[in-house]
């Protein structure tokens, strides 16, 4: 009789114990795992033709990548310039790759803590011709910290970034590896083609020096080395120019800037390989500031002062002279 007793107890026990089971899978594992998806996003990047992007509110206003014509424009109201150099593959990389390590939250209680709110997050939408939305996703808060270098090496650690996101319209946080936040939390012009010239230095045989008056020269190189005009030119010093002219950049935009005139300087690059370039550079106002234009990046205007930009384009005969 006790036995049978003890029996009928435990088939209680392992009744109860089957329960809480079920009640784990059926509630609580869908809560936790289930929404974890292998792949954010499910994107086919070749039906893509607008990409809007929206910074942070504190960064600045949105802006959009457009495709026409097989050819990529990134704009901002009557501002429509050449995108940076693969900056939209890389949009696309970034996107497509996201793969979720973990649920960080469940519910829109704990947006605004990994910055995933509207005015917090920043937004990144893909359309179709046809203006159908593909994919929207928020991009919010970046922490990282430092791993040690697994190969031992003296020089330190590696740091480790994780960044959250989601997809727009639904609750759940992801966590993600990487530094997605940083990628993304830039203003427009950070997303525009900066470049004033680029070669290759070995390629460049000729710049010339268009100055006011009669105070122009070319810099050219012969079978005895450089010359600045007819005198021998410092090769040290026209190497490290070269060096900087050959992969030359601005910094600031100067846009809505329509020239009145002829340029007031002018250098003229030459060479093999090389389509005649031009930087043409445009006193801006009654000070000491200019404005530079590339031929190899005409719809792009840059600002400099004498000191800044300006200074490593524009040199005088003499400064290659020892």
């Known amino acids: 009789m006790s036995k049978r007793f003890d029996n009928k ?21 869908p809560k936790d795992n289930a929404t974890l998806k292998g792949s954010l996003v499910d994107l086919d990047t070749t039906a893509v033709t607008k990409i809007i992007l929206y910074p942070k509110t504190s960064t600045g206003e949105p802006f959009e ?3 026409e014509k097989d050819r990529w424009t990134v704009r901002q109201g009557n501002i429509i310039s050449n995108p940076a150099s693969g900056s939209v593959q890389n ?21 605004k803590e990994f910055e995933l709110t ?16 593909l ?47 940083f990628t993304f939390n830039g203003k427009f012009s950070d997303w525009r083609d900066k ?32 010359f600045a005009g007819n005198e021998k030119a410092d090769s040290t010093t026209v190497s490290n120019f070269l060096n900087s002219l050959a992969n030359l950049n601005g910094q600031e935009f100067a846009d809505g800037f329509k ?5 007031d300087y002018q250098i003229i690059i030459e060479g093999n390989n090389l389509l005649n370039s031009s930087v043409r550079c445009y006193r801006n106002g009654a000070g000491e500031n200019y404005v530079l234009v590339s031929s190899l990046n005409p719809e792009s205007n840059f600002s400099s002062n004498r000191n800044g930009l300006f200074s490593q384009i524009i040199k005088d005969k003499n400064y290659f002279i020892k």
């Open 91 to 111: 949009i696309f990389n970034d996107i497509i790759s996201i793969k979720p390590q973990s649920l960080a939250a469940v519910d829109e209680a704990r947006w």
């Open 9 to 29: 107890k435990l088939i209680y026990v392992l009744g109860i114990l089957v329960v809480i089971l079920l009640f784990t899978f059926v509630f609580k594992v």
């Open 118 to 133: 509207d005015s917090l997050a920043v937004r990144v939408k893909f359309l179709n011709s046809k203006g159908k939305k």
């Open 65 to 67: 990548f457009v495709k």
């Open 259 to 263: 020239p009145v005139s002829n340029p």
């Open 135 to 181: 994919t929207d996703i928020l991009i919010g808060k970046l922490t990282y910290k430092q791993v040690a270098n697994p190969y031992g090496y003296s020089g330190g650690n590696n740091i480790e970034g994780t960044s959250y996101v989601r997809v727009y319209g639904e609750k759940e946080v992801y966590a993600v590896d990487g530094f997605l936040s």
């Open 195 to 226: 470049t004033i010239f680029r070669c290759r230095k070995e390629d460049i045989l000729n710049v010339k020096f268009v100055f006011p008056g009669d105070s122009s020269y070319t810099l050219t190189k012969k079978d005895a080395g450089w």
